[in-house]
Nanobody, 125 residues
Framework: QSQLVESGGGLVQPGGSLRLSCAASGFSLDYYVIGWFRQAPGKEREGVSCISSLGGNTNYADSVKGRFTISKDNAKNTIYLQMISLKPEDTAVYYC??????????????????WGQGTQVTVSS
């Protein structure tokens, strides 16, 4: 059974850092694009970042460029989202999602196949 499990969320002060993890089971990251998305209360879901299945190419939303870094560890079948200089507006439930395809690019606007359960990130003093 294909599954994604996020972890690493929590409460952090503005300017702080967090690293989210997304552990994949039942499938190999070599065959899937992985994206991170977030949804704040009362707002639509927003694409944050993605990483291609081949070549490790990445994309970021303008709102997080320079502050968030996506990476993957193929040996652990895990994707990470390192977040620094966090702002209150980064507060949301963060989800990772998988899109089947062996490719050297990724796109946050496509329909992803599998979704994790989400992890809460709260940025507040």
């Amino acid at each position: 059974q294909s599954q994604l499990v996020e972890s690493g969320g929590g409460l952090v002060q503005p300017g702080g850092s967090l690293r989210l993890s997304c552990a994949a089971s039942g499938f190999s990251l070599d065959y899937y694009v992985i994206g991170w998305f977030r949804q704040a209360p009362g707002k639509e879901r927003e694409g944050v970042s993605c990483i291609s299945s081949l070549g490790g190419n990445t994309n970021y939303a303008d709102s997080v460029k320079g502050r968030f870094t996506i990476s993957k560890d193929n040996a652990k079948n895990t994707i990470y989202l390192q977040m620094i200089s966090l702002k209150p507006e980064d507060t949301a439930v963060y989800y990772c999602a998988a899109l089947h395809g062996r490719r050297y690019y990724c796109n946050l606007l496509e329909e992803y196949n599998y979704w994790g359960q989400g992890t809460q990130v709260t940025v507040s003093s």
